[in-house]
């Protein structure tokens, strides 16, 4: 079994890599990553502002009557695809092609228009790129400035540890929100950082102040969970309430009332009620996990996210010392995964249910891993 937290990466047991490219190095991945999302994010930055200008002109009055201009449904109303999203995919994917002609690239425009290759997910794969060129479209045409580019780079290798291979292991994960001024970026290599832009210039990497460690918070988990846990939640695409409550929607609002409501039945007696702090949805799960790598959000519970909205999100998470699991608990009751003495799984890369509990440290008491599971538990 896999672990839920981070494991380490031997390139000589990678599966999958060409007699051409030679090993995989982490080091190069990464900085190309970050070099290609800094020149895509200038280009969404640029619409961006474009945009808001445009709003504001008396000549673009029929472009301000809708938010949604440049768009196209996909599954839903609320599942969109802008010709930002198309641009800004087709220059990361050159890019990445010119750069590693033998890798694989999974991205989401081009991916995912294929509906039943979208659904099969391919466990097991050689050196690949996950790519979504905009994350949380939706935020972006309504100018919100929650979304972002992202780049994650995955591989299955072999690992002295484990009987079986880790499958996809998220590797190299890189994150832009350009209208947020903030750049997230994790490898192997490089450990785990948060950079904010202090202006805009031609020199890019240059306008970043220093890099900041992730986790920024990493203290003890409480020890009366959920009580004091930041959560996240997405409301997502499946808006389906479903006959008597059965639906997609009526179940996850079932679970946010659960964490939220402070009138449940104390657990003992002289007992405070135990309820979340907050719950946010961002609308944007490749930022949801990016802020549980942070520690700025202490548990992201997230269903229907596809692997290229979380490839650079979980190897932020892995690098910077979180947990990912699945976010459903085991259908049995008796599963060994509920008792304490047993370590949790990690979510497959394509399992589109994830748990992810940030970082923290360990107390007299407890071990660091032992709170993230009693937390995810």
């Known amino acids: 079994m896999i672990p839920s937290i981070a494991t ?3 390139p000589a047991q990678a599966v999958g890599q060409s007699l051409q490219d030679g090993p995989i190095d982490l080091e190069v991945i990464h900085d190309f990553a970050v070099n290609v999302i800094l020149r895509a994010g200038a280009l969404l930055r640029k619409h961006t502002l474009l945009r808001a200008s445009q709003s504001r002109q008396e000549s673009q009055s029929i472009a301000s009557t809708s938010a949604l201009h440049d768009t196209e449904v996909k599954a839903s109303q609320v599942d969109l695809v802008t010709k930002v999203d198309i641009a800004l995919e087709d220059f990361i994917r050159q890019e990445i092609q010119n750069a590693f002609p033998n890798h694989e690239i999974v991205a989401e425009e081009s991916f995912g228009k294929n ?4 659904q099969s997910w391919k466990r097991g794969r050689g050196p690949t790129w996950f790519v979504d060129p905009l994350d949380g479209t ?21 690992h002295s540890d484990y009987q079986e291979p880790i499958y996809d292991d998220a590797l190299v994960g890189v994150i832009y929100a350009p209208s947020m ?49 930041l959560f996240a939640s997405e409301w997502g695409k499946d808006r389906r309430r479903g006959q008597n409550g059965q639906g997609n929607l009526s179940g996850k609002m079932t679970t946010m009332t659960n964490m939220a409501a402070n009138d449940w039945p104390k657990e003992s007696e002289g007992e405070d009620a135990r309820y979340v702090h907050g719950i946010r949805s961002l609308g944007s799960s490749t930022l949801d996990l ?7 959000i202490d548990v992201l519970w997230e269903g229907g996210c596809w692997e290229w909205d979380v490839c650079a999100g979980v190897a932020l998470l892995l ?28 979510a497959d890369l394509g399992a589109r249910r994830f748990l992810a509990v940030r970082g923290c440290t360990d107390t007299e008491t407890e071990k660091a891993v032992e709170a993230q599971e009693r937390v995810a538990r």
Request: aromatic letters at 6%.
């Open 8 to 10: 380490s990466f031997d």
């Open 115 to 118: 509906a039943d290759v979208k």
């Open 138 to 158: 939706l935020n972006a045409t309504h100018l919100f400035p929650l979304h972002c580019i992202s780049i994650g780079f995955a591989c299955s290798h072999k």
């Open 181 to 229: 001024g903030a750049t997230e970026k994790a490898s192997i290599a490089h450990g785990c950082s948060l950079s904010e832009l202090k202006q805009p210039s031609n020199d890019l990497e240059s306008s970043f102040v220093p890099a900041q460690r992730l986790p920024l918070i990493a203290h003890p988990l409480p020890s009366n969970a959920p009580s004091g846990i």
């Open 290 to 296: 990016a802020f549980v790598a942070q520690g700025s």
């Open 319 to 346: 690098e910077s010392g979180g947990l990912l699991t699945d976010s459903n608990p085991p259908r049995k009751s008796h599963s060994p995964f509920w008792h304490d003495g047993n370590r949790l799984p990690r």
